[in-house]
């Protein structure tokens, strides 16, 4: 079974910064491509961001691009998210994911974490 446990949410205002962490058993980090996604009260659940298995490979959601960075160290079995200059539109609940990327760079995704809260405050 694979597992995802993301790590590192919380409050910020509005220009803050926050690092999210998502911990994957060893299978995961050597055979998937990762990434988040995020969910905002009464919306769908969006794409933020995908990582290649190698990491050679990135795409980022236009709400985020520039903002975001994400990295992944398959050593220690860990994806990062480095959010910067937050607004409150990021406001949501930030899931990890794993799965095949496709050609176009986004996640087909083949398992969930299960979430973490991020709050931006105006």
């Known amino acids: 079974q694979v597992k995802l446990v993301e790590s590192g949410g919380g409050l910020v205002q509005a220009g803050g910064s926050l690092r999210l962490s998502c911990a994957t058993s060893?299978?995961?980090?050597?055979?998937?491509?990762m990434g988040w996604f995020r969910q905002a009260p009464g919306k769908d659940r969006e794409f933020v961001v995908a990582?290649?298995?190698?990491?050679?490979?990135?795409k980022y959601s236009d709400s985020v691009n520039g903002r975001f960075t994400i990295s992944r160290d398959n050593g220690i079995n860990t994806v990062y998210l480095q959010m910067n200059s937050l607004k409150p539109e990021d406001t949501a609940v930030y899931y990890c994911?794993?799965?095949?990327?496709?050609?176009?760079?986004?996640?087909?995704?083949?398992?969930w974490g299960q979430g973490t809260q991020v709050t931006v405050s105006s």
């Open positions: 990582i290649s298995w190698n990491g050679a490979k990135m």
């Open positions: 060893e299978r995961t980090s050597s055979s998937y491509a």
């Open positions: 994911a794993a799965g095949p990327m496709t050609p176009g760079g986004d996640l087909a995704v083949d398992y």
